[in-house]
C-alpha cells in the first residue's frame, strides 16, 4: 500500500502483529487566494483529513503571525516613543492599511512574516521524524510572492528527501457566497472587537488592495511545470495541472467529494445482539429483545428529530425572506450551527425537505436496527465496509477467552491497539479499517442530503476521529458506549458535535450537553452510563 500507514501482511500471511511502517512522505502545500474565498476553511478540512490517514499534518497561519507580531509591537510600547513608524500601530490594528500594495515598506513587512512562517513549517517538516504535509495558509497572490516562496523551499535542507510542492488555490466568483464569507469574516480575530459596519468597510478595503496585484495561478506555474490544484465557488469547478504524487492525488479525490451543504449526520452502533450480551466480539449476531426495543425507539427518535430540523429551517428560511438578511442573523441564529457554511450560499433549494438515507453494515445486528423505518421513505444501504472490525481467529471470543487462551495476542495488541492486526484470514487493525472506511467518509462528504448511519464501535470510533480530529494515540483508546449516539453537523468553522445516551426505561435518547459542549475526552467522558467492553 502507498503511503506510510500501511504495508503489507506480516510474513505469514495471516499470523497477527504489528503493522510496518514504511518511508514517511513529505509534501508542502501553498494556498493561494484573496481573502474571504474560504481558504481557511479548506486548510482545515483537509489537514483533519489527512490526519486522518494518519499523514502528520500541520497548517502554519500567516495571519496568526502577523498578529502575533503585532501584540509584540505594542508590547514592545515602540508606537508610544517619539517618531514610532506607522507600521507598529498597522500591524497591531490589522487595519487595512497594512495591505497596501503601493507601499514597498509594507510589501516587504508582509513578504518578509509569511517567508519566517515557511521557515518554521520547513524546519518542522525535516526535523520531525513522522512529519508528512505542511501546509502554508496565507493569499501568496502575485507570482513574485509565489516565486520567493518556491526559492526558499528549493534551498531547504528537507528537500533532500524528495519533498513534493502543490499550489492550492481557491477562486470564488458568486456574490452570494462572497457577502456572507465577508460577513463571517467580522467574527475572525481581525474583527471580533470592532465596530461590525466599520469592520466591513475595513475589510471590503483590504480586499481591494489585494485585487490591484492579484495573479490566480495559471501559465507561468504551467511553464515551470509546478504542479497545482485551483477549486471554483467551493467546488463548482476544479482545475488541475501535473498532479502525479500520491498525496497530492489523494487531495485532489478529496477536494473532488468537497460539500458543504447544511445537513444531519447521525452515526449509531447497532441494538444490543446476542454476541454483545455476552461480550463476544467479530461475529454477526441476532438482536436480543433489548436490541429490538432499542431499535423501536431509534426509529421514533430521527422521526422527531428530522421534522425538528425542517421546522428550524422553515422558520430561518422566513426570517431571511421577511428582513433581507442571512439566516444567522435569525434570532437564535448566532451560533455556528444556524449559519450557512461557506459556499451553500443559503442552499440552492431552500423549500425542498432533505431526504433521509440510512447506511447500514451487512451484518444482521446493524441490518435488524433500521428495519423499522420505511424502506420507501427511507432509501437504506448495506456496506462491506462499514462491518465490525475483523477479529480473525479471535472472533466469537469476548477478551477474557483471548486474555486466557492467548495470552501473547492479549498483551501485543493492549500494548498498541492501532497498529495491532488480529491474527487469522483476514484479522484487521485500525489502521486497516482506516484505509477501509476511507471511501466511506468521501461519500459521506460528498452527500448533501440527512444521513444515518448504524454500524459497530470500532467502525464509530474511528468515524468520530475523522470528524473530531482526533490524533492517532486518541483513536482507538476512545470510549464509545453501546448506546449512545452522535451527531454531526457542518458549520462554518467545523463541525458542530452532540451526544445523545440511550434511556431504556423511557425508550428515549437523551442529550449529553457536557459532551455536547465539548470534546471526547479519551477513555474517561464517556465511560459514565454503559456496560464497556473493548473494542
Known sequence: MPGSTLSGPPASGTGGGMTPRTAVPKLVIIMVGLPARGKSYIVRKLCRYLNWLQYETRVFNVGERRRLAGRITELDGDHDKAGASRLGRTLFSSSAAFFDPTDPSLVSVRDDIALETLDELLDWLSSRENSSIGILDATNSTRERRERVLSRIRRSTCTCTSTGILFLESCCFDRDILDQNFRLKLQGPDYRTQDPDRGLEDFRQRVAFYEKSYVPLGEAEEQERIPYLQVIDVGRKINTHLIQGFLSSRIVEYMLNFNLSKRQIWIFCGGESTDDSVGRIGRPSDLTEAGRHYAASLVRFIHEQREQWEANRERKMCWVQNNHEPAEFAPGGGQARSQDP??????????????????????????????????????????????????????????????????????????????????????????????????????????????????????????????????????????????????????????????????????????????????????????????????
Request: with cysteine; aromatic share 8%; charged share 25%.
Open 342 to 535: 461557506p459556499g451553500t450560499a443559503a442552499d440552492r433549494s431552500p423549500h425542498r425537505p432533505l431526504n433521509l438515507c440510512i447506511w447500514t453494515s451487512t451484518m444482521p445486528q446493524t441490518v435488524q436496527t433500521v428495519s423499522g423505518f420505511s424502506d420507501v421513505l427511507f432509501p437504506k444501504s448495506e456496506m462491506k465496509m462499514l462491518d465490525d472490525l475483523n477479529a480473525g481467529d479471535m472472533a466469537g471470543l469476548t477478551f477474557d477467552d483471548i486474555a486466557a487462551l492467548h495470552p501473547a495476542v492479549h498483551a501485543a495488541r493492549k500494548q498498541h491497539k492501532l497498529l495491532y492486526r488480529w491474527p487469522g484470514l483476514g484479522g484487521e487493525c485500525y489502521l486497516d479499517l482506516i484505509e477501509r472506511l476511507r471511501p466511506v467518509i468521501l461519500e459521506l462528504e460528498r452527500r448533501k442530503d440527512h444521513l444515518l448511519v448504524v454500524t459497530h464501535r470500532a467502525v464509530v470510533r474511528v468515524l468520530l476521529s475523522y470528524f473530531l480530529d482526533l490524533r492517532r494515540d486518541d483513536l482507538a483508546e476512545m470510549v464509545i458506549p453501546k448506546n449512545w449516539g452522535f451527531l454531526l453537523e457542518p458549520a462554518p468553522y467545523g463541525i458542530e458535535f452532540s451526544a445523545y445516551s440511550y434511556q431504556p426505561v423511557s425508550g428515549t435518547f437523551r442529550l449529553e450537553p457536557e459532551v455536547s459542549r465539548g470534546r471526547f475526552l479519551p477513555g474517561s467522558i464517556l465511560q459514565s452510563g454503559s456496560k464497556e467492553v473493548e473494542g
